[in-house]
């Protein structure tokens, strides 16, 4: 008897329809929509009273959110992970953002669209994994080249690396996020190798190698928490592990080699108060550790950027950053301002309208010509005043 296998494939009709996101709320608006929970804890508020706080999460933002009434029963019943369908109002709050929660049920998990709920790199990850061999395969060291391209085709490390992010909540988190890191710090590597005169190879598998091992430290998102073997051993150890396990395959794979590709992976957190079992001794290893920290750290502010709820031009304090984020682009003059503009009003205006004003009043990049300027008693030259 010939056995038929039907496979039914959930189209996006299938799915409830997100109208409302995160990056879009305003103070008063009305919120109705589904969000998935990062973050949820009873707590106790100054009048003794048990209230929810949260934070909820969508592919453009999160958001806090408190619920005051029914914190016990919303407590048993919702936990992190979870998608629950908000019904409530956005608060400002200290000059933040806050969803006061009316309503807070669970939500159909087969009935989501999980693109809705998940963050993700600006480029595709097939892409980033093209341009990252790419790099790879233009190495001069024969046995780095074959080392970091055996890994990189490994199927399950290559599925893995193109979904997975590089942190819980700060450093590239977001779907693809480690392997936009990784692509980033190994560009960074190509050129910065060259400008101080390094050897490219080992910068490149360092930027490579570094974080790879988060893939087994932490797990698939949208919600990342750390795995028994991430709190175990960590992906400094792991990594060491990985080097060990693929070069060994490789004939005749110099040790001394493989030794420096180890100490660039155990030293790249760059000082022992940073986790950091080794600090760099070679030129290499400390570049592997410049690069990781200043692509995390730019990552971060543009980050808080994008999506912090604060009003007006600057952010809240951003703890990990110990400082407050200016949000705005900086003020940018493609053309010189004429000499009769009113200052004050340009300071107030936006750059780009502060471009268009001195459209209005062109000069002249070539010789500097001042535009001529009207006298008082040419513009009243024509105003009369009826005389009773």
């Given at each position: ?12 009709e299938h ?5 409302q996101f ?227 395959k490789i ?138």
């Open positions: 008897m010939t056995k038929i296998f039907i496979f039914i494939v959930e189209s996006p799915y409830v329809e997100k109208k995160i990056e879009n709320l305003k103070a008063k608006d009305e919120v109705q929509s589904i969000f998935l929970v990062k973050y949820i804890a009873q707590m106790e508020g100054k009048d003794g009273k048990s209230y929810i706080n949260s934070i909820l999460v969508d592919s453009t933002g999160e958001m806090e959110a408190r619920k005051w009434q029914g914190a016990e029963r919303i407590i048993q019943q919702i936990k992190t992970g979870d998608f629950v369908n908000i019904k409530g109002k956005m608060n400002l709050f200290q000059g933040r953002l806050q969803m006061i929660i009316e309503e807070m049920v669970l939500a159909d998990r087969e009935k989501i669209n999980i693109d809705d709920f998940s963050a993700k790199a600006k480029e595709a990850p097939e892409k980033m994994m093209d341009e990252l061999q790419s790099i790879v395969k233009n190495l001069d060291e024969v046995y780095i080249r074959e080392l970091l391209l055996a890994i990189l085709n490994d199927p399950e490390i290559s599925r893995r690396l193109k979904v997975w992010q590089a942190g819980k909540s700060i450093h590239h988190a977001y779907k693809s996020g480690l392997l936009e890191h990784i692509l980033s710090c190994t560009t960074l590597a190509v050129s910065l190798s060259a400008h101080y005169g390094v050897n490219t190879s080992y910068v490149v598998a360092g930027t490579i190698l570094h974080d790879m091992c988060k893939i087994y430290e932490l797990t698939e998102g949208p919600v990342v928490e750390y795995t028994e073997e991430g709190k175990l051993i960590g992906h400094l150890v792991k990594g060491l592990e990985l080097v060990d396990h693929f070069s060994n004939k005749n794979f110099p040790n001394n080699q493989k030794m420096h590709i180890k100490h660039i992976l155990l030293s790249h957190h760059g000082e022992y108060e940073y986790g950091s079992p080794k600090i760099p001794h070679t030129s290499e290893a400390y570049l592997v550790h410049l690069i990781d920290m200043m692509d995390s750290k730019m990552n971060a502010i543009q980050g808080v950027k994008e999506h912090d709820n604060n009003v007006g031009n600057w952010s809240g304090m951003v703890k990990h950053l110990d400082r407050t984020i200016y949000k705005k682009n900086l003020p940018s003059y493609k053309d010189f301002i004429a000499e009769d503009s009113d200052q004050s009003n340009i300071d107030k205006a936006s750059p780009e309208k502060s471009v268009s004003l001195n459209q209005k009043t062109p000069v002249s990049k070539t010789n500097h010509e001042k535009p001529l300027k009207q006298n008082l008693g040419s513009l009243l030259k024509d105003f009369k005043v009826d005389e009773e």
